[in-house]
């Protein structure tokens, strides 16, 4: 059995911007490819190089704010996809988010930390909420959601457009104004 040290402070994790070049895109497609990311997945194939290249700086850099990789202690530890979301109850600016810890750091409360930290960094950016889908099974982010203070919005089903799958989810929501 392993013990997890002292779970890091949101003070501790700081935010780098993505760069749509081929080494951010080789780092974000190997953790994205790592097993346990792909079990997560809404598409649980590998992704391929070049073609992950074409779609990450095709499909990752359309939104304000764009991608981030959460570092701690000066190393990149996850990677956050941000892109627009509406909320047709609430009104104001929305993100949803897509996050994917380094294996390597999985297991420690960093992705708890990443979210709590993620709040301050949105806000600054003008975002009044965020909204997440997690795979039903995906114990670790539905606890990690629950943790950083995301409202649990239900159970839902959604239709995976290019495979056909309709994948249970549960979906989440924060707000993050005063």
Known sequence: MTTAGPRPLPAEIGFEPAR??????????????????????????????????EEFRSTYFTAVPGPVFAVH?????????????????RSGRFVEIGINLAP???????????????DGHLRA?????????VRAG???SLRAFAAAGYQDLGPAVVLVADTGEQAAIVRFMKDLRP
């Open 125 to 133: 950016q003008g975002v009044d909420g965020v909204m997440a889908e």
């Open 20 to 53: 749509p070049d081929a080494a951010d895109a080789r780092l974000v497609m190997a953790w994205r490819n790592d097993p346990v990311s792909l079990a997560a997945a809404y598409h649980p194939r590998p992704k391929l190089w070049p073609d992950f290249l």
């Open 138 to 140: 995906n114990a670790a």
């Open 73 to 89: 202690l000066g190393r990149r530890i996850g990677f956050l996809r941000l892109e627009p979301a509406d909320h047709p109850p």
């Open 104 to 118: 390597d750091s999985r297991g420690r409360g960093l992705g708890v930390a990443v979210l709590l930290a993620l």
